[in-house]
């Protein structure tokens, strides 16, 4: 794989020479989007795809989207650093992915943050949350265009259900490489062990680590259903997928051309939510019916309690709490339903 990242960005080097790096769009000069991405479920890259045919037809065929899909370029945090570059122009990436690059992204992972999905949908359709939230990494040369629902994380483990937080006391549970995921474990009485999505597997398989985190597409998706037969409704975040461009290429498009990525962006997010569902769906059928996953819920209340102490850090984090409150204002609670 990484020749195969050597021999693009060599490529991309003599490209950028022969045509120059810093000028805009002309109307009738046809533009290929570079979007690279990881591994990730059939709904979000039908997603993606949507967001290609659209800016095609947006634009009138004067801009299409080139696709390096599943890893080919890198994992996550390749492509953020790819798109910074320049070297490619579109990413998607897991919200946890970018708090390193904007800690206003850290919010995402506090554990009960939303609510439920119309909570979640609320905040990421109020632009006065998000616009601030996307145009952080500016200075760092991308912005967010859209979120894709990434679905629930939950437990699901190798020897039992959860049930309560007992349930995660003494017990090894891989996270994504955030520091909140790796709080919201210690407070549970568990240990975090962060480790890459490709990883995963093995170390279910091995009993390097007991359990895991996710939505439900890692049972059949990524197989992990194979060795960890255990899934629990704790429903601890909702950490939404962001797809960011590149802030030179998105400039050197005309105005037309950037209202049309912008509408395509958008638009694609209103059909990933439709797929999104209905796949859920069919691949829980599968995990039961072909690995034998057993799904059980949990009481939220007793999880909520234990990581109380994260709530409380973000409320008085100076920098954070105003946009914690913006998110939690949004919750059912707090319109009186």
């Known amino acids: 794989m990484k020749r195969t990242i050597l021999w693009f ?7 950028l020479f022969v045509t120059g790096c ?3 769009t002309h109307a009738d000069e046809h533009v290929v989007l570079r979007f690279a ?31 390096f899909p599943d890893g080919q370029l890198g ?4 492509l953020i650093e790819l798109t910074q570059t320049g070297a490619i122009d579109i990413t998607k990436v897991g919200g946890s992915a970018l708090e390193s690059f904007s800690d206003k992204y850290s919010v995402f992972g506090i554990p009960y943050l939303f609510d439920d999905i119309d909570h979640f949908n609320r905040v990421m359709e109020n632009e006065e949350i998000m616009q601030p939230i996307y145009q952080s990494t ?3 040369g ?35 490489e955030s520091e909140t ?9 568990g240990t975090a062990v962060p480790l890459g999505s490709g990883e995963v597997y093995t170390s279910l398989q091995q009993g390097i680590i007991d359990g895991a985190e996710n939505n439900e597409f890692a049972l059949v998706t990524a197989g992990h259903g194979d060795v960890a037969s255990y899934y629990s409704y704790d429903e601890h975040t909702r950490v939404p997928d962001i797809v960011i461009m590149s802030d030179n290429a998105l400039k050197q498009l005309t105005e037309d051309q950037q209202q049309a990525v912008h509408e395509a962006a958008k638009e694609s997010t209103e059909y990933e939510k439709q797929v999104w569902k209905e796949a859920v769906e069919a691949e829980k059928k599968e995990a039961e019916e072909e690995y034998g996953v057993t799904f059980n819920d949990v009481e939220k209340e007793l999880f909520l309690e234990k990581v109380q102490p994260i709530h409380e850090s973000f409320k008085q984090d100076e920098t954070l709490s105003d946009l914690y409150e913006a998110i939690r204002n949004q919750s059912h609670h707090s319109e009186g339903e």
């Open 9 to 15: 960005l060599f490529s991309l080097c003599i490209m």
């Open 22 to 24: 810093n000028k805009q």
């Open 37 to 67: 991405y990881a591994s990730n479920a059939q709904p979000v890259k039908d997603a993606m795809a949507k967001f290609g045919e659209l800016v095609d037809e947006k634009t009138n065929g004067q801009v299409s989207v080139e696709y």
């Open 75 to 78: 994992g996550e945090r390749e």
């Open 138 to 140: 500016q200075d760092l």
């Open 142 to 176: 991308f912005i967010g265009l859209t979120y894709y629902n990434s679905g629930q994380r939950s437990f699901y483990l190798t020897d039992g259900p959860v049930q309560t937080p007992e349930d995660i006391q003494g017990k090894k549970i891989r996270v994504m």
């Open 181 to 189: 995921a790796i709080q919201m474990i210690e407070l549970l009485g």
